[in-house]
Structures are given as C-alpha cells and as structure tokens.
C-alpha cells in the first residue's frame, strides 16, 4: 500500500511538461505518419484474408465487409482444382537449394575478405556490393541464350544456379560485416592449435553466427518463394512450374473468381509466414549484427 501510495506522489509530483510529453505536436505527427505506414502495409493482407472466407455472391454484394460467415470451400477447391502441392514442392526445392548453395559459397567468401589479408579483398567486396543493384531483367536474355545451348531450361539445378547467384551478393555483404566483429583472439587460438582456415570457419565462425545465418535463410528463401520472372522464364513444363508461376496461372483463369484467388494466395503466403514468425528473434539479431563492434 505504502509503494503504492509512493509511486502515485512521485507520477503527481513529476512536471506536467514531462507527463504530457507525448502530447507534443510534433511527437504525435510522427505517432500518426507511422500507423498510416502500417495500415498501409497491412490493409492488402487484411482485405486478401478478409476476401478468401467469403463466397463469390457475397463478394459480388460486399466486396469490403466482413464475411457474413466464415467458408472455406474456396481453400478446398484451390486444392482439389489445382496441383498447389506440387507448385509449393517445387517452390521449397528451389528456395532450400538456392540458399543452401548461396550460403556456402558467401561464407566462404565472406570469411575470406573479414579475415584474410590479400591484395584486392577490398576491391573485391566493393564489385559484390555493387552487383546488387543489377536488377535481374539485365540478365535475362544472355541466361536464357546459354541455358537453351547447354540444355538448362526447366530444370532445377540450372534455375537454382540462377537464384544463388542473385542472392549471394547480398550474402557475401552481410556476412562480411558479422565475421569481422569477431573476436580475433579466438580465431588465432584456433589457428595455435593446429586448425585450418577452413576448419576455423566451420568450426568456429560458424556456430557464433547463428543469427545473420537465419537472417540470410529468411530473407533469401522469402525472395526465391516469391520470385515469378526468372520461374516463369526459365522453368515451362507443368510439372516444374513454382508457386508464383502457378498462381499467375490460376488468377487468369479464375479471373472472375476473386474468393478463390484470394484463397490461394493466402495459402501461398503461410510457408513464408510461419519461416518468419519461428525465427523473428534471430532474423532481428541477425539484421543489427556487425551494426556495432
């Protein structure tokens, strides 16, 4: 009671220009700018979840509106009327590859410029940076000429060559930040006892980076799931076709049915939704690592 009592007289007895600081003018401007930023982005979410429980007449009457009950026979007619299944194994094994490839390569990498002295590292880091700001479109007519010499369209491992080549950069960058906040006292006392670089990597290096490793898996896999130029490009057959490339497909012909488009965008997002929210916690580590020393 007595605590009680003292925490009411300390709130009472602090200035009125501190108890109303959030009452400022400008604070609350900034307060507004930033939930007008996040209705924005969850609004399309919003409607898109709002969209898939409703049935076409109902959408036709009250395209906003909450559903008047909740149905999900558009979830089961996704389903049954398209091979979804197929297009997310297809999805899953471009993205686990392309990040899995992605990653070894950029650790390598990465760990030779934070680490290792040599003529150029910089020069190096300076060329894989810059190679992300290459939009992919650049690329895509010299790929595709090579590919159909060489027999690479519609198969997996040419497109997953593809995807970890335009995602390494990115890699290679955040990685190189990470590595060279290391202790260096460590490294070296792996080196006294007999340990290779590449053992100091995979031993050492790798285990400390558990976050910006997430980080990367999150972030790339996210990219590879929700690519559609280079699926629909370089992947034709049927039963190679990606999600996103299905789904273009599926919204064309259902053009007129909304619901169920909706429907299966909603199941398209829930891989990636469920990646993120499992690993939130390293993926912000993991974004903020190498940031400070």
Known sequence: MNESVNRTADYTAQPAATRWDWLRPGLIARQAILLFGVFLALAPAAY?????????????????????????TNFSEALVQNPFLLWMRNSAI?????????????????????????????????????????????????????????GLISTFHGTILIYAGLITPFSVYLLVSFFRTLPTEILEAALIDGASPLGVLWRVVVPLSGPPLVTLFVVNALYVWNDLLIALIFLQSDESRTLMAGLSVFQGRYNNQI??????????????????????????RGLTAGALK
């Open 48 to 72: 898109m979840l709002n969209t898939a429980f409703k049935t076409r007449e109902e959408y036709v009457f009250d395209k906003i509106g909450l559903p008047d009950q909740i149905v999900l």
């Open 94 to 150: 471009l993205a686990v590859g392309a990040v899995l490839l992605s990653t070894v390569v950029a650790a390598l990498a990465a760990f030779a410029i934070a680490r290792m002295r040599f003529r150029g590292r910089e020069l190096l880091l300076s060329i894989s940076t810059s190679l992300m700001v290459i939009p992919p479109v650049v690329m895509i007519v010299p790929l595709f000429v090579l590919y159909t010499r060489i």
């Open 259 to 284: 619901p169920l488009t909706m429907a299966g965008m909603v199941m398209a997002s829930l891989p990636m939704l469920i990646l993120y929210i499992l690993f939130q916690r390293y993926f912000i």
